[in-house]
């Protein structure tokens, strides 16, 4: 007599994911104290191990009191700006279309140094707009990062 095994779903079994449950759960179990979870994902045909902090603010918290306020004070601030930066990233590109137009119609008419100009300002515009959120976090954690020495 043949003993039937259940792997899970035939998804889990196509994509190898039954093989790797079991040791997942005896390292959440020891990284549970840590406040770590490991998840696996299946991407593209195959894994990807997705590590996530489980109780953050708990955490935040426990640094203290003051700590705990100013970085949420600190997430606040960065989230009202974000739709004002979404806005300015939305208007780059229709601005940084018709400066690149004008830029060829220049160049179209022996304009040559004017419209290299525009269309260099142009693009270097619009790359540092979409960059804005990046240097928005730089800030921040420049920020961040001398208030801990002061």
Not at 31 to 58: E, Q
């Amino acid at each position: 007599m043949t003993k039937v095994k259940t792997v899970g779903s035939l998804k889990d079994f196509m994509t190898g994911q039954h093989r790797f449950h079991a040791e997942i759960k005896k390292a959440n179990r020891k990284l549970k104290t840590h406040g770590i979870k490991i998840a696996l994902t299946g991407i593209a045909g195959g894994l990807a191990f997705n590590l996530t902090h489980v109780g953050a603010s708990n955490l935040a918290y426990a640094a203290g009191p003051a700590e705990y306020v100013k970085s949420k004070a600190k997430e606040q601030i960065v989230d009202a700006f974000m739709p004002l930066v979404d806005l300015v990233q939305a208007l780059a590109y229709p601005i940084a279309a018709v400066m690149l137009s004008g830029g060829a119609l220049l160049f179209m008419i022996n304009q040559k140094d004017k419209a290299i100009s525009l269309i260099q300002n142009a693009s270097i515009g619009y790359i540092l707009v979409q960059l804005m959120p990046l240097f928005l976090k730089i800030l921040v954690g420049l920020g961040t990062s001398v208030g801990i020495i002061f």
